[in-house]
């Protein structure tokens, strides 16, 4: 176990509706990424916050929000949701923004939109 | 040009052979790889993790990097059973994002 856990496991939406996934991080940890794996697909980049601050986004639309807290936890937002946002929801929690820091996974958010 | 190649597989051998899994990147300033295992429907798991070119060993598990070829491998000998997941490459540098392959899908048979 990786000390990263997320909330909750699995939902089922409907197109249109917003969602809100959230993740504990790992002790010590003070970096949060979140990725999306569609099925068949490795995980694609969202975005990555460190100490309460956005740093970094990968090539997702503005409906993709994201939060950090004082304790390190992350939610991440998706409004007006899509079938095409039915995938695998990853948090990463990693102890800081040095290169060769190492990046833990959560057991992931299965999100089903229909 | 996709950043990272993975052939996704599925890949099958008996229990007890060597399993080869390969990736290739693009980019030069990719300079950090891993290999990550991911059970179905689970989350990955950090396996192997280097930042030169070379091998490094765990166990049943080496990972090799050469740099002067933009290839990374992942050897498992001794293959079991359990070892039965997919197989996640995955590169870093020049940003806080993980850029990974698809993923190759290994069945080890009994």
């Known amino acids: 176990e990786t000390g990263v856990t997320q909330s909750p496991t699995h939902l089922i939406k409907t197109r249109g509706q917003q969602v809100t996934l959230r993740c504990s991080s790992q002790s010590g940890h003070n970096t949060v990424s979140w990725y999306q794996q569609a099925l068949g697909q490795g995980p694609q980049f969202i975005f990555q916050?460190?100490?309460?601050?956005?740093?970094g986004r990968g090539n997702f639309p503005p409906r993709f929000s994201g939060l950090q807290f004082p304790n390190y936890s992350s939610e991440l937002n998706v409004n007006a949701l899509e079938l095409d946002d039915s995938a695998l929801y990853l948090c990463?929690?990693?102890?800081?923004?040095?290169?060769?820091?190492?990046?833990?996974f959560g057991q992931g958010t299965r999100l089903t939109v229909v | 040009q996709k950043e990272v190649e993975q052939d996704p597989g599925p890949l099958s051998v008996p229990e007890g052979a060597i399993v080869s899994l390969n990736c290739t990147y693009s980019n030069s300033a990719f300079q950090y790889f891993m290999w990550y295992r991911q059970y179905s429907r689970k989350g990955p798991e950090l396996l192997m993790y280097t930042y030169s070119s070379g091998n490094k060993e765990d166990g049943r598990f080496t990972a090799q990097v050469d740099k002067s070829s933009k290839y990374i491998s992942l050897f498992i000998r001794d293959s079991q059973p359990s070892d039965s997941a997919t197989y996640l490459c995955a590169v870093k540098g020049g940003s806080e994002k993980l850029v990974f392959g698809k993923g190759t899908k290994l069945t080890v048979n009994p």
């Open positions: 990463a929690s990693s102890p800081g923004l040095a290169q060769r820091t190492e990046a833990f």
């Open positions: 916050y460190y100490r309460e601050e956005e740093n």
